[in-house]
């Protein structure tokens, strides 16, 4: 059995920050891809950051990068989420997923998910 749950939500005014985390258990090994994705009403889930368990490279979509950096504690299994200079775009429900991948390529799918954390921006 799988499990993961965010937290670190909340309202914050642009340009602030935000540390997510996702506390995991079950069968998610160091081994496997772990991503933030989020997701507005209405609109398409949208993939946020990507941390590979192979080699924790790591890859941002262009919207938050040089602004978010995605981390990982093995030891605490838990996926984090720094977000600086949060703009108002990024209001949003933010999940966290993990993946065993295939042949050390992450994505497209995720087979765990989250419930979310809300984060605003205003």
């Known amino acids: 059995h799988v499990q993961l749950v965010e937290s670190g939500g909340g309202s914050v005014q642009a340009g602030g920050s935000l540390r997510l985390s996702c506390a995991y258990s079950?069968?998610?090994?160091?081994?496997?891809?772990m991503a933030w994705f989020r997701q507005t009403p209405g609109k398409e889930r949208e993939g946020v950051a990507v941390?590979?368990?192979?080699?924790?490279?790591?890859t941002y979509a262009d919207s938050v990068k040089g602004r978010f950096t995605i981390s990982k504690a093995n030891t605490k299994n838990t996926l984090y989420l720094q977000m600086n200079s949060l703009k108002p775009e990024g209001t949003a429900m933010y999940y966290c997923?993990?993946?065993?991948?295939?042949?050390?390529?992450?994505?497209?799918?995720?087979?765990?998910w989250g419930q979310g954390t809300q984060v605003t921006v205003s």
């Open positions: 997923a993990a993946d065993p991948g295939y042949l050390d390529e992450c994505g497209p799918s995720y087979n765990y």
């Open positions: 079950g069968d998610i090994y160091d081994s496997y891809c």
């Open positions: 941390i590979e368990g192979a080699d924790g490279t790591t």
